[in-house]
């Protein structure tokens, strides 16, 4: 009996050593602190672990495995599974997207950017290059339009953004420097130092960015409908470890992206309701730009901006006509869906 008992524990425990090997863990690079901008993810490792029966795990670093600048060399290498980037960090290893960090595409909401998000990263030439730095698209971190926060006395006119100093990436700081400022592209855990130094004047992000990184906290004023753009910042995954999923897995982790994306949506819904109270607690004055200010800015920013990407990005071999045309024929098609 004692030596059956023997045989019995042994096997026991080698199944327990076997379920514990078969257990899937990722290692997830972000950045910053919990916030708005990284909901998704965490709702997307609850979702996953929920329906896999606590077989797929997933472990969320802010900062702990990369800096933010390094994420999508971090997954290319296989130093981690999942990760978020920004276009803008390291334009030049994500071309094709930067179609969506385009100034005044005319994107009026989170929901719209979701869709033209989707239909970028879907498109083959995304594929094919993000394939260059073993990263697969995952999901979209949809963002609203920018708008600048500042100190001193606010800037409602454009002659008075000659010279001012912003913190703004990609397609934004070349539309702010079309209009006489001057970009910098300090990360946005680098921006309340800046701002706080003064090395910039004003700092260009969503709310979200604002709250999570305190440079409404140096501001006295934010612009309300300046509205420029926003930054386009995808989450992957490290190809070979999306395959080497099992099916159940790759199911799992598929199927739950719609419902992080809603839950990230309703979430941000509810920090946009209470920002007009943010900013009259911190005595933060909302400065409103006038129609004819805002159709020059696009006039001198849009169309031009938009004409250069073209050209580059086709005589480097991209379909960059194809992918700005994309951009426009998705809004179209959703808001005709609505």
Known sequence: MQKLLSHTAVAALTLAFAGEAMATEW????????RAFTEHVHK????????????FTMNISYGGLSKNRENLDGISIGAFEMAQFCAGYHPDK???ITVLELPFLGVRNLAEEVAVSNA????????????QWNAKMLMTSPM???????TGEPRDELAEFDGMRVRATGGLGKAFAAVGAVPTSVTSSEAYQAM????VDTVAFAQHAHLSFGTINEATWWTENLNPGTVNC???VNIDAYESLSDAEREALDGSVGEAIDHYLANYGELLKKWDTVLAEKNVTKVTISDEQLAEFKKVAAEPIAAAWIEEMGAQGMPAQELYDLVGATLEKERAGN
């Open 27 to 34: 290692n997830v690079s972000l950045w910053g602190k919990r």
């Open 44 to 55: 997307l490792a609850e979702l996953v672990e929920q329906k896999t029966n606590g077989e």
């Open 94 to 96: 994500n071309r094709a």
């Open 120 to 131: 970028v990263y879907a498109h083959p030439a995304v594929t094919e290059e993000m394939a």
């Open 144 to 150: 609203p339009q920018y708008n600048i926060a500042g």
């Open 196 to 199: 706080q130094s003064g090395v």
């Open 234 to 236: 995808p989450v992957v």
